[in-house]
């Protein structure tokens, strides 16, 4: 029998086919950021105020400026010691029962009774329109702006599991071309939704679709290049959100209204149905569902594009996945350590969620120049990867995992306690967080795929990363609703999971250099592992012809 990997040798492991695939791949990962994290822009929350009709007919007849009119309506309140106007109250004055001449000055309310506002909302848009003035999501219904951040996790959460199955029984290349017709749709519903009822329901489309046909692609690279190769294009593709990231604020500063800037984020999506042309369905899903025919045809593509020759080793491939064992959730905690594993893991997921998303989201929140703070903390993203690619052969998974959680924790603690003067200081220590918890974050995407043996693997991995999706539930109204009693409170918060999900990763064992479990034994008993591969590699010592041949492979490739 010949196996997939035996025939890559042949083929090409990462030759111009895969690298052109990988590439147009690639693209899909940046508009996901705008997806992910747009809320941003598309959510931003303007300084405001009450409206009361009879001062703005005023303000318009003696040519008064916002300030002017904005003294008459809104009381000054104290906000953590500082006298600042109110958003959500206003004088209960009936000015069609007082003469109201253009002097404002020659009006004292400050005994004036106050009430809730009446009349809705003025803003001060500062040439943005979002979701919130539109449908002045403001004061009391400023939670649902938090709704917005929800819903999208919410379909992430259904999506990834249900194209995950859909994947598995009717092929990457079709779920990846299906989702992306449904976030087409979906996207363009989001950005005509008529009221917020009705954006919520479409973004919860927009989501089941949109981190589904993510992972599907993902799927489809490192299943078409060699094992060495798995792990950098998995990294790689991640790294492209990062791009996507750097892109979003400047697509924000020159769209400046929420819907059209859901247009352009949505566009993508409908130029990637032009990849049925493009890329092929994968081969080892073929030979998995006995389609060994379209498998080979699909395989010489690849080696024809490749410039390699095949042997006639292809005549014997067939499914090296095939497993009689069937997964089950209770194999995910039945064994002490299967069960610390996933605990572990899961609070990793659920961690990385919601300190990324709400530093990012907090962004929104602080008052500065948004789109610079944006660009800036979507620079220091990039480093991210690096470092990953340079440590982990090096040092292992577990010091940079449990390190990139807790330099990330320690940012969020100090962060918090920086004075706003030290704005640059406040920024650089933000930034070196940012950078923390997304190393962590793709991190975890491996280091999963390690920790569990084969016939559980996937199934593992799901699990695991529906955490993910329920922190990102969390998250804004972690972030939004702590902001409103202390600005810096969110942050003290992230440390703390942080630095736990730091000190847990410490619990888990090292796995570089060390072959993908194949049992649940494997990973009760370690040492056994190393005994059968050392069994293995001897084997394949005494088959060689000469002893002149090297057989130092990899364990991690056995």
Not at 74 to 84: A, E, I
Not at 481 to 504: D, H, K, S, Y
Request: hydrophobic fraction near 45%; include cysteine; charge should be neutral.
């Amino acid at each position: 029998m010949t196996t997939f990997d035996d025939i890559l040798e042949e083929a090409g492991k990462f030759g111009r086919c895969q690298k052109r695939i990988f590439a147009l791949l690639c693209l899909v990962s940046m508009p996901w950021a705008g997806v992910y994290v747009g809320i941003v822009f598309q959510g931003f929350t303007p300084d405001h105020w009450c409206r009361d009709s009879a001062v703005v007919e005023r303000r318009q007849a003696c040519g008064w400026s916002l300030a002017d009119s904005r003294r008459l309506t809104v009381p000054l309140v104290n906000s953590s010691g500082v006298l600042q106007h109110s958003s959500c109250e206003q004088y209960e004055v009936d000015w069609n029962a007082t003469t109201l001449t253009c002097d404002t000055q020659e009006l004292n309310l400050s005994k004036t009774p106050t009430t809730t506002c009446k009349d809705g909302w003025e803003y001060d848009y500062e040439g943005r329109e979002s979701f919130v003035t539109e449908f002045h999501l403001v004061c009391s219904d400023g939670w649902l702006v938090d709704m917005y951040q929800a819903t999208l996790n919410v379909g992430f959460l259904v999506g990834s599991i249900a194209i995950g199955y859909l994947a598995d029984r009717f092929g990457r290349k079709m779920s990846f071309l299906m989702s992306n017709l449904l976030n087409g749709i979906a996207g363009i519903l989001v950005a005509v939704a008529p009221n917020y009822a009705s954006l919520l329901v479409f973004r919860t489309l927009y989501g089941f679709g949109v981190k589904g046909g993510w992972v599907a692609g993902y799927v489809l690279i490192t299943e078409i290049v060699g094992v060495e190769f798995r792990r950098t294009v998995g990294v790689v593709y991640q790294m492209f959100f990062s791009v996507g990231i750097l892109f979003l604020p400047l697509l924000a500063y020159f769209i400046t209204d929420w819907r059209w800037l859901q247009v352009v984020i949505t566009v993508p999506y409908i130029l990637f149905l032009s990849y049925y042309w493009f890329i092929p369905e994968s081969p080892r899903w073929l030979l998995s569902q006995n389609k060994k025919s379209k498998a080979v045809e699909i395989t010489e593509a690849m080696a024809k594009e490749n410039k390699m020759s095949l042997s006639k080793n292809i005549e014997t491939l067939a499914d090296d996945n095939a497993d009689t064992s069937t997964a089950s959730f209770m194999d995910l905690i039945r064994t002490p350590k299967m069960r610390k594993h996933s605990f572990i893991l899961s609070y990793n997921w659920f961690t990385s969620a919601v300190v990324y998303q709400g530093l990012i989201m907090r962004l929104g929140i602080l008052g500065g120049n948004v789109y610079i703070d944006f660009l800036i903390s979507g620079l220091v993203e990039f480093p991210a990867a690096f470092l990953i690619l340079f440590t982990i052969e090096r040092i292992g998974r577990r010091i940079p995992f449990a390190s990139a959680n807790i330099v990330a924790g320690a940012s969020c603690f100090i962060t918090a306690f920086i004075p706003d003067s030290m704005f640059w200081f406040k920024t650089v220590v933000a930034c070196i967080g940012r950078l923390g918890i997304t190393m962590a974050f793709e991190m975890v995407v491996f280091v999963n795929t390690e920790l569990y043996p084969t016939f559980v693997r996937n199934l593992g991995v799901s699990v695991c990363s529906t955490l993910c999706d329920v922190g990102g539930i969390v998250a804004p109204f972690l972030l939004y609703r702590l902001a409103v009693i202390w600005l810096e409170l969110p942050l003290i918060i992230f440390g703390c999971l942080a630095f736990l999900a730091g000190g847990l990763v410490l619990l888990l064992p090292e796995t570089r250099g060390v072959p993908l479990p194949d049992t649940i034994d494997d990973i009760e008993f370690p040492e056994r592992m190393k005994e059968k591969v050392a069994l293995k590699n001897q084997q394949l010592t005494n088959l060689l012809p000469n002893n002149n041949v090297s057989t130092n492979k990899d364990p991690a490739t056995v």
